[in-house]
């Protein structure tokens, strides 16, 4: 029997009956799933006998197993327990169950059965689960008869209700390595996904401008067939990859590859996931708006994800080179789409640990401030603040005459980034950030931070009057570290017009 795609159960949510036990009909009520009946005679004169199925370990390659056990007793009549195993397999990629079962008796000490029907019911709570997409389903079954003959049959399941399932997943991403022009940046990408949320069916991460792939790297690229064929040079391997998922015990990990694409420049990324089950998938990696990279992975199976975490290698083995500094808060956007049809898009701007700290010859903390689209009235403002010798404590933002804070918005279009002392992530609330009119307060943790990072989007900020027209303006910077003298730097910036 070939269940469903996307109906599966949950492998460590129920208590395994061992081998032996199952073959002999000795199983605990605790490894108890459903139940079967079982209908056998000839013409009107049939007979109806309970039973139940239990959940037991693999065997023969098989993931797991059933136990179907019917007591064949009737009246004054027993002919003792009847037991058959069924191996239950996991689909290429996760896709969906198949169950096999062994021979089915045909006589039961010296009686014959003549078998009519059999019916199984899996009804324990918290063991099946249904795909996250909505609509028909095949299922399809094969049978033997004793007499060498075959048959199939086949039958269908509708789901819906799809649209009533949460999806809210998170992705962090880091840049780690090297992140100066011409250095070899990393990127660490891990999503999570709620219990009870959605299954992903795609990915789709774009990088920052300014890092693009490495020629050298891509040399090393494995062809097709010999991907398949798992015969990769080592040279090939650029990362790692991590899954796990409700539905199975332990870790799915792998490799990550460079493996060549037919009438491409750029690589695929092939990801082999390895555990108690196998799951291969391939990211397309394209060039986006701007020349950005992006990589796309699509047809994820419809099983639950709680964590995927892939990581691509910096430095010497990287396949990935900045071709400018990509230190000032760069920006990654991920889109996730659900089997169910909802699609999520995020906004990562991931601290650099591989970044230095400004102005360290001279001790000195200093900012970089960018300014843009103060001419619609609604400009968007990024300071970057930077610490020398010592971490920061705060940073307040000063703006010039005619632009200021829209403080009915400013909280909701407010994006922060900072690194601990150590180049680590820093996380902050908006409640770190206190505003007035023509001032924005940054307080952060006694401990202090290396880098801080304030993105006001359109929104948060008002232009008037003849501000609107100006080429350039003065925003002033107070930088307070955690022990010494407070700095105020004010920086002439050149408005962008976007």
């Known amino acids: 029997m070939s269940l469903p795609d996307g109906l599966l159960g949950r492998l460590d949510a129920i208590p395994r009956c ?53 007591q064949a007793k009737a009246g004054p009549i027993d002919l003792g327990r009847a037991v058959v195993m069924m191996k239950v397999s996991v689909r290429a990629n996760a896709g969906g169950i198949d169950i096999t079962s062994e021979d089915l008796p045909t006589r039961l000490q010296g009686v014959p059965l003549t078998l009519q029907s059999i019916t199984l019911k899996i009804d324990r709570g918290g063991f099946l689960f249904n795909a996250s997409s909505c609509g028909a389903k095949s299922a399809s079954a094969a049978f033997s008869s004793d007499l060498g003959t075959s048959a199939s049959a086949g039958s269908s399941l509708t789901t819906t209700g799809c649209a009533g399932v949460p999806f809210a997943p998170k992705m962090d991403v880091d840049l780690t390595g090297g992140v100066k022009k011409d250095s070899k940046p990393g990127v660490k990408a891990s999503l999570t996904v709620p219990a009870g949320h959605a299954n992903v069916r795609k990915v789709t991460l774009t990088l920052p401008a300014g890092i693009g792939a490495d020629i050298a790297a891509l040399s090393a690229m494995c062809a097709r067939d010999a991907y398949d064929a798992n015969a990769c040079p080592a040279g090939a391997v650029v990362g790692t990859a991590k899954a796990t998922s409700p539905a199975i015990s332990g870790e799915l990990s792998g490799p990550v590859t460079l493996v060549k694409k037919a009438g491409s420049a750029l690589p695929d990324l092939g990801v082999r996931l390895r555990g108690l089950v196998n799951v291969d998938l391939m990211g397309a990696v394209s060039l986006g708006a701007g020349n950005r990279l992006v990589t796309t992975f699509d047809g994820i199976p419809d099983v639950p994800l709680s964590a995927f975490e892939l990581s691509l290698n910096g430095g010497a083995k990287g396949a990935l080179i900045a071709s400018d500094d990509i230190c000032d808060a760069p920006t990654i956007t991920s889109v996730i ?123 948060a900020l008002k232009a008037k009057g003849k501000t609107r027209k100006s080429k350039q303006l003065k925003i002033k910077v107070k930088l307070t570290p955690v022990s010494g003298a407070a700095r105020t730097q004010q920086v002439t910036v050149r408005v962008a017009k976007k």
């Open 337 to 459: 789409a659900a089997h169910t049809g909802a699609s999520k898009t995020l906004q990562t701007t991931p601290p650099s640990s591989g970044c230095a700290s400004a102005d360290t010859s001279s001790g000195q903390p200093s900012a970089t401030v960018r300014l843009a689209g103060v001419k619609s009235g609604k400009p968007t403002l990024k300071v970057t603040a930077k610490g020398g010798a010592t971490a920061l404590r705060s940073v307040i933002v000063t703006l010039p005459k005619g632009l200021s804070v829209d403080r009915k918005t400013a909280a909701k279009k407010l994006g922060l980034q900072a690194q601990t002392p150590k180049g680590g992530r820093l996380k902050l609330t908006k409640k770190a950030m206190t505003w007035k009119a023509q001032t924005f307060t940054l307080k952060l943790p006694s401990t202090g931070a290396r880098t801080a990072t304030m993105t006001l989007r359109k929104g």
């Open 18 to 70: 061992s081998l032996g036990a199952a073959r002999t009909g000795d199983c605990p009520a605790s490894s108890r799933v459903g139940s079967a009946t079982t209908v056998s005679g000839s013409g009107a004169s049939t007979i109806a006998l309970p039973g139940d199925v239990y959940f037991t370990d693999g065997y023969d390659g098989a993931i797991a197993g059933l136990a179907v056990v019917v």
